[in-house]
């Protein structure tokens, strides 16, 4: 199949290496303050290596228009007296779509004439100027660019140190050895649901991304002691910020892949107007095989789809309004009739399981200007997660027989307002605060057999709903007290009126410049976070006399302290260094003597919640974490991220245990390289290599799986076993070919574990044989994509 694959791409260099054009296209945009937000006029904008050299001067609402630039990748420098320059670079520029950039220029403290910084990359710095350590920012190119990524945000940003992934099927984000549950999403400043297909209940990971990258702008992620204006959340911050459509022409995005069939329009509502639409769709690619008879040879046909959209709407005198929104369904079923012992199916031998979920999000913002230096940013949403299943026992007539279901829904509706003050050069002030009301149900059902007369009835583990309102203040000051000193500090507050806990929490990060291009940084934060809604309205329904025994449980608690130190080298080569250190106190264990911790949530295949909770867990994590970059110039980029870290964790039993997320070290490489031919032709090159130490686990304890005909472990040596080591090679080949009339081709063709080396997924125990067997991840898997703008 590769061969063909492969065959068909030399082919398709042949056929499109035609005749010579030249071909141009626009790069413009808008050029803002960093920490107002307010628009700069008469900035200087340079196409760099260009001859004659072409600049251009931002009018007086801080607009550029670069023209007539050729195709390719293309940088440029920003300037402005007072202000440092910037260099934005890995423009990619093609003949279907023009390049709309929105630039941040940071005010000098001095007050001297403009001063031209060597290290001015903006790839290297975050989107919120709040970040002060463990922060990064990355872009959709990168999202397309890196091998095995799948243009997943998720799984791209497993190369980035401190981070690691639970398994090949899911995107699961594992940073610093904490559990994936302690993961915050936010996209357009609103904390979000899981936004992935196939989501599990209180998972924040799936196999699928909701997240289209063609509708993201440039966007953060956090690995620890994030600024005050985060919180619930213990382990990192994913912030997603959507792009504006072009709001000067229409432009359209075709592409059809193993991932989907999906197509994308954008553009402006009218031709006198600023306002734009951006508008995206997504269908199964795999499922409309399916429909069509094609046999796939998979042991579930997964079927889903998705939508985002985002309209922005620029007025003159009432600021800017902007409507957002992202949502998916998807489902499979896995048949007793086309099992197959070599893939995972949750079903045992006679079973068809029926599993499908829902999640998506609807908002409004609005953004006005009080002064140039001063704005406010409100924003209303409402998000929902659910999902459900069923369980069939197949019978000798074929027929079916219902044996169990769940059902599992959670509503949210959300305000999130800010006020953001640039007092002067040195100082600037955001107060804000989130508000969330929740709303929780769920509900399981198995058929059960009485003792004595074998008469079958539904009994209910969980059958219970709540709701609670959760609020969050914060307050946060960077304050620069010259160019090489900077303290970005702040206050967050957090209370759920469900049982009135609170938590006051501070953060702080101090930057000090050793050097023009060497940063001594140093960051603390306590941070707190609520328990799985369904954890505290949990009851037992096998217990008649069952009460919300978990009702109040207090935050689990995170102190953070990070060192880091940071080279900017010549040639865009970044070196990054951080240790860190977090230690967990108020962790929910059992009342009872057990090895159960929270810490451990989201490592099973099923998230099950017990009852009589108390907060007496404790736990740390420890580590170091090295990262050499080379951003991409010169047609190529590399990057190197090492992590060495250890987590640990007590239950109820005093016991230290490693926790389920404890593999000691991930090891990424990857890098690539662009051969430009004639004629608007590019190949791409790509490849990456991951070595990580396998998740620990608990063993099962067979006699006991055979009396209670189900996967039954032996708690007293929780993750006590550790899977192999965990090794995958993935390659990608993108070929690139532009035309005259406005329309750029990408095909790509991208191999996930070309050394079809067998990882362990997890270890899985058949009741009808009473043994357990491991079960593998993703051998070697191509994936092709053609995408078409024009």
Avoid: C
Wanted: net charge positive.
């Amino acid at each position: 199949m590769i061969q063909k694959i492969i065959l068909a791409t030399l082919l398709l260099i042949v056929l499109t290496n035609t005749f010579s054009q030249s071909i141009t296209q626009t790069i413009r945009g808008n050029v803002i303050d960093k920490e107002s937000k307010a628009p700069l006029p008469y900035v200087n904008v340079v196409l760099l290596n260009s001859n004659p050299t072409k600049t251009v001067t931002t009018d007086t609402l801080g607009n550029f228009n670069l023209v007539n630039v050729p195709i390719g990748r293309q940088n440029i420098q920003v300037s402005f007296i007072g202000y440092k320059s910037a260099f934005v670079t890995d423009i990619q520029l093609n003949a279907g779509k023009e390049s709309v950039l929105q630039i941040e220029l940071e005010e000098n403290t001095n007050n001297l004439q403009e001063v031209v910084v060597k290290a001015g990359n903006t790839k290297d710095k975050t989107v919120n100027d709040m970040i002060g350590i463990s922060g990064r920012t990355f872009s959709i190119y990168e999202a397309n660019r890196f091998a095995g990524s799948q243009n997943d945000p998720a799984r791209m940003a497993r190369n980035y140190a401190g981070v690691s992934g639970a398994s090949d099927q899911r995107n699961d984000i594992i940073i610093r050895g904490n559990s994936p549950q302690g993961l915050l999403w936010r996209i357009e400043g609103i904390p979000v649901p899981n936004p992935n297909h196939f989501a599990g209940q209180g998972s924040t990971g799936g196999p699928i991304s909701i997240i289209n990258y063609k509708l993201l702008s440039n966007s953060d992620f956090i690995t620890g002691a994030f600024p005050a204006e985060y919180g619930n959340a213990l382990s990192g911050v994913f912030d997603i910020k959507m792009r504006n459509g072009n709001n000067k022409r229409m432009e359209r995005t075709l592409q059809v892949g193993a991932l989907g069939l999906e197509a994308i329009v954008e553009g402006p509502f009218s031709k006198n107007s600023n306002s734009s639409y951006l508008v995206a769709y997504r269908y199964s690619t795999i499922s409309i095989l399916a429909n069509a008879g094609v046999k796939l040879g998979f042991a579930s046909i997964p079927y889903y789809q998705d939508l985002s959209f985002k309209f922005n709407f620029v007025t003159k005198k009432a600021g800017t309004f902007k409507l957002f929104g992202l949502g998916g369904i998807s489902s499979t079923e896995f048949l007793d009739s086309k099992r197959d012992s070599t893939q995972f199916s949750p079903a045992n031998r006679g079973e068809n399981v029926r599993f499908e979920s829902r999640a998506g999000i609807v908002g409004l913002s609005h953004t006005y200007f009080l002064d140039k230096n001063t704005f406010i940013k409100t924003t209303i949403a409402t998000t929902y997660e659910g999902n459900g299943g069923q369980r069939d026992s197949v019978q000798k007539n074929n027929a079916l027989k219902r044996t169990g279901g769940f059902g599992y829904d959670q509503y949210k509706f959300v305000l999130n307002s800010f006020f953001n003050k640039k007092i002067n050069s040195k100082n600037t002030i955001q107060t804000g605060f989130v508000f969330e009301n929740i709303n929780y149900k769920t509900k399981d059902s198995l058929l059960l057999y009485r003792p004595n007369t074998g008469i079958s009835f539904w009994g209910y583990n969980n059958d219970f709903q709540g709701n609670t309102n959760l609020l969050q203040a914060y307050t946060q000051w960077k304050y620069k007290i010259n160019e090489a000193i900077v303290i970005n500090s702040g206050l967050h507050f957090q209370y759920l009126t469900l049982n009135n806990q609170y938590a006051v929490e501070p953060r702080i990060a101090i930057n000090y410049k050793l050097k023009e291009n060497q940063t001594l940084s140093v960051g603390y934060g306590l941070h707190n976070q609520v328990q799985p809604y369904g954890m505290y309205f949990f009851k037992n329904k096998l217990n008649p006399s069952a009460t919300e025994t978990n009702r109040n449980l207090e935050f689990t608690r995170s102190n953070q302290f990070i060192l880091g130190y940071d080279i900017a080298a010549k040639n865009d080569i970044r070196i990054k260094t951080e240790v860190y250190y977090q230690h967990l106190s108020n962790v929910p264990i059992e009342r009872k003597i057990s090895s159960y911790s929270v810490m451990n949530y989201g490592s099973g295949f099923y998230n099950v919640y017990r009852e009589n909770l108390v907060n007496k867990g404790t736990g740390y994590n420890y580590g170091i974490e090295f990262t050499l970059e080379k951003f991409f110039s010169n047609n190529y980029y590399f990057l190197l991220t090492t992590s060495l870290f250890n987590s640990k964790y007590k239950g109820s039993d005093g016991i230290e245990r490693n926790t389920s997320f404890n593999g000691n070290y991930v090891v990424n490489a990857l890098g690539g390289y662009e051969l430009k031919l004639k004629n608007n032709l590019s190949i791409l090159f790509d490849a990456k290599f991951t070595i990580a130490g396998g998740l620990h686990y608990t063993p099962i304890d067979l006699e006991a799986s055979a009396i209670n005909k189900e996967a039954t472990y032996k708690e007293t040596e929780a993750n006590s076993l550790q899977n192999p080591l965990y090794f995958k090679p993935d390659v990608k080949l993108t070929i690139r070919k532009d035309f005259k009339k406005g329309i750029a081709l990408e095909w790509a063709l991208d191999i996930q574990n070309v050394a079809n080396y067998q990882n362990v997924f997890l270890n899985w125990y058949d009741k009808n044989t009473n043994r357990e067997h491991p079960v593998y991840q993703n051998g070697r898997f191509p994936t092709v994509q053609l995408k078409l703008e024009f």
